[in-house]
């Protein structure tokens, strides 16, 4: 958000779009990520062409998992120039037929659309009453289903920003004295907390909220 932000305000007003597909399968998932990416690719090139408009943006894909049915909602998100989120909805739609009309959106973009833009690629938690579920296998396949590809790609005069982080280096500290021991920790499930072998210290003091988390393998 810190990198893109300036940049997508030099575009002036903004339009967050939604566009959504039926939901698939598991089998049938990654191959759909391919087709979505390459057809929101070719949407851009066609309005640049064909409707001779220039625009610029950033798109996102986000994965969400139906565990009713036990099927697979990609999806993409948009923030693009202002006046040219109907006609992407609408080139959408002509390559994919069996979409629901209703389930586009389109509406001027602000600090929630920035949120939604740049959050997580799939959520890993399903609200479940006053718990939570984890599908490990259904994160797996997501996971998978988007390994190597970009699920955040600019276009236009939107370049795209470097995420690497830069190494860390080792620094001197003038009067430490170097130590000759070093404690070993181990993981407590129980306590959600490291704890030394002798299970007498705890390394952070973690105290989890009281939340059922109910985890489906």
Same mark, same amino acid.
């Given at each position: 958000?810190?990198?893109?932000?300036?940049?997508?305000?030099?575009?002036?007003?903004?339009?967050?779009?939604?566009?959504?597909?039926?939901?698939?399968?598991? $089998?049938?998932?990654?191959?759909?990520?391919?087709?979505?990416?390459?057809?929101?690719?070719?949407?851009?090139?066609?309005?640049?062409?064909?409707?001779? *408009?220039?625009?610029?943006?950033?798109?996102?894909?986000?994965?969400?998992?139906? $565990?009713? %049915?036990?099927?697979?909602?990609?999806?993409?998100?948009?923030?693009?120039?202002?006046?040219?989120?109907?006609?992407?909805?609408?080139?959408?739609?002509?390559?994919?037929?069996?979409?629901? *009309?209703?389930?586009?959106?389109?509406?001027?973009?602000?600090?929630?659309?920035?949120? %939604?833009?740049?959050?997580?690629?799939?959520?890993?938690?399903?609200?479940?009453?006053?718990?939570?579920?984890?599908?490990?296998?259904?994160?797996?396949?997501?996971?998978?289903?988007?390994?190597?590809?970009?699920?955040? @790609?600019?276009?236009?005069?939107?370049?795209? *920003?470097?995420?690497?982080?830069? $190494?860390? @280096?080792?620094? %001197?500290?003038?009067?430490?004295?170097?130590?000759?021991?070093?404690?070993?920790?181990?993981?407590?499930?129980?306590?959600?907390?490291?704890?030394?072998?002798?299970?007498?210290?705890?390394?952070?003091?973690?105290?989890?909220?009281?939340?059922?988390?109910?985890?489906?393998?």
């Amino acid at each position: 958000m810190n990198g893109y932000g300036p940049e997508l305000k030099k575009l002036g007003t903004l339009q967050f779009v939604t566009l959504t597909m039926p939901n698939v399968s598991a $089998e049938k998932l990654r191959a759909e990520v391919t087709r979505m990416s390459r057809n929101f690719t070719n949407i851009v090139r066609v309005i640049r062409e064909r409707h001779k *408009i220039n625009f610029s943006g950033i798109r996102k894909i986000e994965i969400t998992y139906n $565990e009713k %049915e036990n099927t697979y909602h990609p999806h993409l998100h948009v923030i693009v120039n202002k006046g040219q989120g109907g006609t992407i909805i609408t080139e959408w739609l002509k390559r994919y037929a069996d979409a629901n *009309i209703k389930a586009q959106d389109c509406k001027t973009a602000d600090k929630n659309s920035y949120n %939604e833009l740049f959050k997580y690629s799939s959520k890993i938690l399903a609200k479940a009453g006053r718990g939570f579920n984890i599908y490990v296998p259904a994160i797996d396949i997501i996971m998978r289903a988007m390994d190597k590809k970009r699920t955040l @790609q600019t276009f236009g005069k939107i370049k795209k *920003i470097s995420e690497d982080v830069e $190494e860390l @280096q080792a620094v %001197e500290v003038e009067g430490l004295e170097p130590t000759t021991t070093a404690r070993e920790w181990v993981y407590n499930d129980v306590l959600s907390d490291w704890q030394t072998l002798d299970g007498l210290n705890n390394l952070t003091g973690y105290k989890p909220p009281d939340i059922d988390f109910t985890i489906f393998m």
